[in-house]
C-alpha cells in the first residue's frame, strides 16, 4: 500500500484479556518500529525490527508485550493479560533506512487501546 | 523515558502570525527531526537537520539547531488554520530509533 496501515484502529478490551494489534509497513522498508503514545504525550519507543529480527525491545514495559515480524514484512504487538496502564495509542513506524541510521519515520494512524 | 522537552507546551496564534516552538535535549545527536500530529492522526515528518548543519528551509518552516546549547528551535511563518496540530521534536538513538519530545500543542485561529 501506499503508507503504513495499522488494525483494528480502535479496541477496546476488558482487563485481562489479550489483544493483537497489527502493522503492515511500506512495502520494502526494512526497519519497522512500534511506539507507545499515552494521551497528550510524546511517543515511547516500544521495540524496533530490521527485517525480522528484532534488534531492539528495550522499550517494551513488561513481559506481557511481545512483537513479532516473522517475514520481515507485517509485524504483531501482543499483550498480554492486558492492564488499565496499558490503556494508550500504540504507533507503527516503518522507514528504508536499516542499521545504525536514523531517516524520516513513515508512521501508521495509530491502534488506541482502551483497557476496561 | 524522553530525550527532548519542547517549549511551550501549548501555543495559541492568530492566523497569518508567526510561530516559534523549541526543542532542548540531553545527549549528543547526528540528527534531529520535526513532526507534526494532527489530533488522532499518526506522525507525519517535516525537516530533518543534521548535527553539522545550523539552519534549514522548508517552505513555510524554518529549523535551527544549536549542538552547543543542544536545542533546536521550529519556526513556522505566516501560519493558517491548518497548521493547528501537536508539534514534536525527536533525536536519534540507537538503532535508528526516534526519541520524541513532549510536544508542543499549536492552535492556530482564523
Known amino acids: 500500500g501506499a503508507g503504513v496501515s495499522q488494525s483494528p484502529r480502535y479496541k477496546v478490551a476488558k482487563r485481562g484479556q489479550d489483544v493483537a494489534l497489527r502493522c503492515d509497513p511500506i512495502?520494502?522498508?526494512?526497519?519497522l518500529f512500534w511506539y507507545q503514545q499515552a494521551l497528550g504525550q510524546g511517543p515511547e519507543f516500544l521495540t524496533y525490527?530490521?527485517?525480522?529480527?528484532?534488534?531492539?525491545k528495550s522499550g517494551l514495559p513488561s513481559d506481557r508485550f511481545f512483537a513479532e515480524r516473522p517475514e520481515g514484512s507485517v509485524s504483531t504487538l501482543k499483550i498480554q493479560r492486558t492492564q488499565q496502564e496499558d490503556s494508550a495509542v500504540y504507533l507503527c513506524?516503518?522507514?528504508?533506512?536499516?542499521?545504525?541510521?536514523?531517516?524520516?519515520?513513515?508512521f501508521g494512524e495509530g491502534s488506541r487501546l482502551t483497557v476496561l | 523515558s524522553q530525550q527532548g522537552e519542547e517549549d511551550p507546551q501549548a501555543l495559541s496564534i492568530q492566523e497569518g502570525e508567526n510561530a516559534t516552538m523549541n526543542c532542548s535535549y540531553k545527549?549528543?545527536?547526528?540528527?534531529l527531526q520535526w513532526y507534526r500530529q494532527n489530533s488522532g492522526r499518526g506522525l507525519v515528518h517535516l525537516i530533518l537537520i543534521r548535527s553539522n548543519e545550523r539552519e534549514k528551509h522548508s517552505g513555510r518552516l524554518r529549523v535551527t539547531l544549536d549542538t552547543s546549547k543542544k536545542s533546536s528551535s521550529l519556526l513556522i511563518t505566516a501560519s493558517r488554520a491548518a497548521d493547528t496540530a501537536s508539534y514534536f521534536c525527536?533525536?536519534?538513538?540507537?538503532?535508528?530509533?526516534?526519541?520524541f519530545g513532549q510536544g508542543t500543542e499549536l492552535s492556530v485561529k482564523p
Open positions: 545527549t549528543s545527536i547526528n540528527n
Open positions: 525527536a533525536t536519534d538513538g540507537t538503532w535508528g530509533k526516534l526519541i
Open positions: 512495502s520494502g522498508h526494512v526497519s
Open positions: 513506524a516503518s522507514s528504508s533506512a536499516g542499521g545504525m541510521n536514523t531517516g524520516e519515520l513513515f
Open positions: 525490527f530490521q527485517n525480522e529480527a528484532q534488534l531492539d
